[in-house]
């Protein structure tokens, strides 16, 4: 038989750089050998109880199909929650609910760009969003941050330079994955003055925002501009609430046409899932006030943690984040993912070893990764001083090869 | 504030037919207006108990993120569920588990064309794969089947016929919603051998496939062309299983490119929900057999008093199906979307209002349809024959305005 081509979108869908080393430790993993997952934003803490004791009071005998625009107690909790938490006044008709972020994101790119058109992002960035670009044919435009500049927002010059007359948006996310940089109220203030002068849309990823550290507050975009059709907020329950599986996101917006059109293409794919909803709705109700703090002062005490270990490995630097649970470290080897590779395939210390993510992956100029990794500090304190303990005489054995 | 202009791919997709009516409905029902649903593939059957029982025994303590291809324990119940049922040979290997049958075709789309490409598909046709192919920018060509040839595969040279060099697929779905038509062995061969000549895939839809009547035993094209890397089938627990909410479907085949090549897609968008899927495996493996005969008989018996009921009504003609859940159906009007509209807005009768799907969103040559509905047998014998003599007291109603 002939070859069937396939297209070229799915061929230059680049996989995802978290996910591509999988099969490594899949098979690491069935070899025996013990593996610290600092390679994925998978957190350990466990999710609330309360999501739980929602999927135990789902009582329908038919898992019937949720509305497209999402279960409404989920929309109205969610609603709530964002009140409450950022001292906000939206309502719940301003939410859309998602499979996740991926998928808000995934239809905002095809509500606000059509193919060809681009949108601006940070470099590093969430690896994900390439894919999403790809799934969309958006051709994303990086704008370069810095390690030696703490990862802080390009200059406004810096960002005007790259908008031409096919730029939709500037996405950005706060706090950031992969660089854990959290953006002040200026920044996003100079942002959205820049999409204002430019006419193009402000897409923040808020899936972290409940995520800082040092005494800083969540902080959404709605709190520096609460009314602007311009601005479209992403959020999502995977991180602060430990429900990556759940596969619950939205998107939140007071522009009605983004709205009305991003549901007809969530028409197209019938809905979110029920039981996952319902049960996230229950939760946020009933969710006790101190979940998060408890959540953001773990992750707090591992952050110190990781960088405390980091600190004893010759040639290691490592950036410390403000928020987010991920730590972008520069590694004194010439290729980490050659390096994280053979972490996987050929080492181990005491039969473990340690997944890391290589940076290059994060950034669209790839060259700025290649000797960097990130690594998400989703384990508890004792586990992740093992891991970086394993992780440095991975290092001792690659370099004597 | 200067306009923010949408994406025309965005404006341009079509709001689903059998949705769009539903704000009408909404307000019915507000209004204190009961309403059978006929509009929707929404069975009213119990799920079987073995999907809540899953759901019980999920007891991990974090909500964790699948795996992008899917559940294992979950591919390796539905290759063994679909080795069982069908007498096939699949290995767990082959499915991409994916959020319904909705996400394995935009997947596909996204796989097998570029944008622009096309895919054959035989009118009427399922709407959403209208908004699929908006999402994909994949234009879809349609082959007519005639309702007064029951619906027939139309013959070789007219398929033929529209085959151009950007045609990458054809998609069939066997057996068919709209027409609830079950096509035969030969059928199918005859289009295999149709996509072999012209080098191109074979997608089946086999979302019905347990539920066929009259004697007729389930069909998968695999018992047909069991190894060819050319077919894909697209599967789904959401309607034989009433499981429409869960979101579980998945993509089958031998074709590893494919599998690969989707599985990049798949990792962007990062995982289908994981309860669902933990509670889906157990349910594949425990379910009883007798589950899915009662769920045809019952079905069978709809069917049956529906078209004895809708023969009652003068100027009705109404397509007898031999799989799925649901007729085409004339009506003596000029335009079923103005009629169920009043329906929903202007009508009652003893508090109650029937929902239809008028017809002609399931043809791309709208034409076609413009004075059929879709009813969607899915309420039981009695409720089905109240919400016949229901459309019939609105007929009569609207016919005299």
Redesign the interface.
């Known amino acids: ?2 070859r ?1 081509k ?6 230059n ?4 750089p978290i ?2 080393l ?1 099969y490594l430790g899949y098979k690491a993993k069935k070899s025996g050998i013990y593996i610290y997952h600092l390679n ?1 934003g ?6 609330p109880q309360e ?1 739980f004791e929602g ?2 009071l ?1 009582r329908h ?8 625009q999402g279960n409404e107690e989920l929309c109205s909790a969610w609603s709530k929650y964002i009140n409450r938490t950022l001292e906000l006044n939206t309502s719940p008709e301003q939410f859309l609910i998602t ?2 972020a ?2 808000a994101l ?1 239809f905002l790119f ?6 060809g ?1 681009e949108v601006i992002i940070f470099d590093p960035t969430y690896a ?1 969003y ?3 670009a ?2 969309a ?1 958006v051709n994303l435009v990086p704008v370069l941050s810095k390690m030696d500049d703490n990862f802080a927002l390009p200059p406004y010059e810096k960002i005007e330079q790259k908008i031409t007359n096919r730029t ?1 948006a500037i996405l950005l996310c706060n706090p950031n994955n992969p660089t854990g940089t959290v953006y002040s109220r200026e920044d996003l203030r100079s942002l959205y003055d820049l999409c ?1 002068d430019n ?3 402000l897409i923040i990823d808020e899936t972290y925002r409940e995520i800082v550290y040092d005494g800083l507050k969540p902080l959404s975009i709605l709190n520096v501009v609460p009314d ?3 601005v479209i907020v992403v959020d999502s329950l995977s991180k602060r609430f ?6 619950i996101g939205c998107l939140l917006t007071c ?1 009605e ?2 709205l009305a ?2 549901l ?2 969530a ?10 909803q319902f049960a996230a709705a229950h939760m946020l109700e009933h969710v006790k006030p101190d979940y998060l703090e408890n959540v953001r002062n773990e992750f707090l005490g591992r952050r110190d943690a990781l960088h405390e270990a980091l600190k004893q490995i010759p040639g290691v630097v490592a950036h410390k984040p403000k928020g987010a649970f991920y730590s972008l470290v520069a590694l004194p080897v010439h290729n980490v993912e050659d390096f994280a590779s053979f972490m996987l395939s050929q080492f181990s210390y005491q039969g473990k070893t340690t997944f890391i993510a290589p940076a290059a992956g994060f950034y669209m100029q790839n060259e700025h990764g290649v000797r960097k990794a990130r690594l998400a500090y989703v384990l508890n304190k004792s586990d992740l001083e093992a891991a970086v303990e394993v992780l440095a005489a991975g290092l001792t054995a690659y370099l004597k090869k």
């Open positions: 038989m002939s069937l396939l297209s070229n979108r799915a061929r869908t680049p996989p995802s996910r591509k999988a994925i998978q957190p350990d803490i466990e999710t999501f999927l135990r789902f005998k038919v898992v019937a199909y949720e509305q497209s499979v996740g991926s998928e995934v095809m509500t606000c760009c059509d193919p058109d994900n390439l894919g999403f790809a799934i044919g939709r204002e006419n193009i849309f602007s059709k311009r430990s429900l990556c599986g759940a596969r522009n046409e983004v059109t991003t007809n293409i028409q197209a794919r019938l809905a979110a899932p029920t039981i996952d």
